[in-house]
């Protein structure tokens, strides 16, 4: 999460190249919803899970607080919780809100509507606006008990008092060594929260235990589960560091996550993957995230032809002052492609993430929208 961001909100995690990103509106873990009809053939068994979104900032302007609690009417009971409350880790294991007072307003006026409806998650993350995720903070305050228990102690009162389905943890960036210590903070809260709220950890996509570089390391899969905590992996921003321009997500390396996972002893029900409902456009000096309804605007404006890989993902070509752009992206055709070549290993997930939610192609979500039985 922390190397790009969008306006005052679009950023994006979790890839091969070790790119992170800035999150913050998370839905519960909870039963699975009710099956029924979905928008593609082959689609259905990943679309009936339990469904989590993120927005793109965890102190929402106006228009986006009101988007998202439009899309979660529009869900109904597919949509089983939402949350725009978040909190930074600071030293010491203390939390504090993020944002201004303003923002803060904001945040305040949208959690007594998500209270109102019976939902909310809180949402803590090692993020700093002027670093990113700062690893190397988060992993002291681990490591030290006092500190972590401190934590604990703040996060059950603030679930207590917020009334949370559920406490989401985004700890990115962090040292390997760091694992044991995320490990035994997730179980001491897990022990002390009430069984039908839920420990979520946000956790890098990889294939191997230690990848290299900084952050993968410190989430071990299989103790994660283990503690109790439901890993939702970061499975996007796939295209994202030294590599050519490409799309956000590919099945296969999906796939090659699930997989790994479940070989780490991640039970099905622990087990969530991402999905990526924004894009990037990808210039000569690096990549800046997009919304789908900038980069369909974008090609409009251009006269750039709209072009499908064979993974059905959106991109097109544009050029600009400084050199040849290329834009992917993400839709409502992409997203149903990926639920239906996902199929294989369906079984194999508990719940879809859908991260970019804000201003993103409305027909994303159809797969998701069950008719009620």
Same mark, same amino acid.
């Given at each position: 999460?922390? &190397?790009?961001?969008?306006?005052?909100?679009?950023?994006?995690? #979790?890839?091969?190249?070790?790119?992170?990103?800035?999150?913050?509106?998370?839905?519960?873990?909870?039963?699975?919803?009710?099956?029924?009809?979905?928008?593609?053939p082959?689609? &259905?068994?990943?679309?009936?899970?339990?469904?989590?979104?993120?927005?793109?900032a965890?102190?929402?302007?106006a228009? !986006?607080?009101?988007?998202?609690?439009?899309?979660?009417?529009?869900?109904?009971?597919?949509l089983?919780?939402?949350?725009?409350?978040?909190?930074?880790?600071?030293?010491?294991g203390?939390?504090?809100?993020?944002?201004?007072?303003?923002? #803060? %307003?904001? *945040?305040? &006026?949208?959690?007594?509507?998500?209270?109102? =409806?019976?939902?909310?998650?809180?949402?803590?993350?090692?993020?700093?606006?002027?670093?990113?995720?700062?690893?190397?903070?988060?992993?002291?305050?681990?490591?030290?008990?006092?500190?972590?228990? %401190?934590?604990?102690?703040?996060?059950?009162?603030?679930q207590?008092?917020?009334?949370?389905?559920?406490?989401?943890?985004?700890? !990115?960036s962090?040292?390997?060594?760091?694992?044991?210590d995320?490990?035994?903070?997730?179980?001491?809260?897990r022990? *002390?929260?009430?069984?039908?709220?839920?420990?979520?950890?946000?956790a890098?996509?990889k294939?191997?235990?230690?990848?290299?570089?900084?952050? $993968?390391?410190?989430?071990?899969?299989?103790?994660?589960?283990?503690?109790?905590?439901?890993?939702?992996?970061?499975?996007?921003?796939y295209?994202?560091? $030294?590599?050519?321009?490409? $799309?956000?997500?590919?099945?296969?390396?999906? %796939?090659?996550v699930?997989?790994?996972? =479940? #070989?780490?002893?991640?039970?099905?029900?622990?087990? !969530? +993957?991402?999905?990526? &409902?924004?894009?990037?456009?990808?210039? @000569?000096?690096?990549?800046?995230?997009?919304?789908w309804?900038?980069?369909?605007a974008?090609?409009?404006?251009?006269?750039? $032809?709209?072009?499908r890989?064979?993974?059905?993902? @959106?991109?097109?070509?544009?050029?600009?002052?400084?050199?040849?752009?290329?834009?992917?992206?993400?839709d409502?055709?992409? +997203?149903?492609?990926?639920?239906? /070549?996902? %199929? /294989?290993? #369906?079984?194999?997930?508990?719940?879809?993430?859908?991260?970019g939610?804000?201003?993103?192609? @409305?027909?994303?979500? !159809?797969?998701?929208?069950?008719?009620?039985?």
């Amino acid at each position: 999460m922390r &190397a790009l961001v969008l306006a005052a909100a679009l950023a994006a995690s #979790s890839c091969r190249s070790g790119e992170d990103r800035g999150v913050t509106l998370a839905i519960r873990s909870g039963p699975s919803a009710p099956r029924g009809a979905t928008a593609e053939p082959g689609a &259905a068994t990943l679309a009936e899970k339990r469904l989590h979104l993120w927005t793109t900032a965890c102190e929402p302007t106006a228009a !986006e607080a009101q988007a998202a609690l439009a899309t979660a009417k529009q869900l109904g009971h597919a949509l089983r919780s939402i949350g725009l409350v978040c909190y930074s880790l600071g030293e010491a294991g203390l939390l504090r809100a993020t944002g201004d007072d303003a923002t #803060s %307003r904001s *945040r305040s &006026a949208l959690a007594a509507a998500i209270r109102r =409806r019976g939902v909310g998650t809180a949402l803590v993350l090692n993020n700093t606006d002027a670093q990113g995720f700062d690893g190397a903070r988060a992993s002291r305050v681990l490591a030290s008990v006092s500190a972590r228990t %401190r934590l604990v102690d703040r996060l059950v009162a603030l679930q207590a008092s917020e009334r949370h389905v559920a406490i989401e943890l985004d700890l !990115e960036s962090m040292p390997t060594a760091a694992a044991p210590d995320l490990v035994a903070m997730v179980s001491a809260l897990r022990l *002390r929260l009430p069984s039908d709220v839920a420990v979520v950890v946000d956790a890098h996509a990889k294939t191997v235990d230690d990848p290299g570089w900084q952050g $993968p390391g410190a989430h071990d899969y299989g103790a994660l589960a283990r503690a109790g905590a439901i890993v939702r992996v970061m499975t996007y921003d796939y295209s994202i560091g $030294p590599v050519p321009p490409g $799309p956000t997500t590919r099945a296969g390396w999906i %796939r090659d996550v699930v997989r790994y996972a =479940r #070989s780490r002893g991640v039970p099905v029900d622990r087990l !969530e +993957i991402g999905l990526p &409902a924004y894009g990037y456009d990808f210039a @000569p000096a690096g990549a800046a995230p997009v919304r789908w309804r900038e980069a369909t605007a974008l090609a409009a404006r251009e006269g750039s $032809p709209l072009l499908r890989d064979d993974g059905g993902a @959106p991109h097109f070509a544009y050029q600009a002052s400084d050199g040849l752009h290329e834009v992917w992206f993400d839709d409502g055709q992409s +997203i149903a492609r990926l639920l239906s /070549d996902l %199929r /294989d290993v #369906s079984d194999e997930i508990g719940g879809v993430a859908i991260w970019g939610a804000y201003e993103a192609d @409305p027909a994303v979500f !159809e797969p998701f929208a069950h008719p009620a039985r």
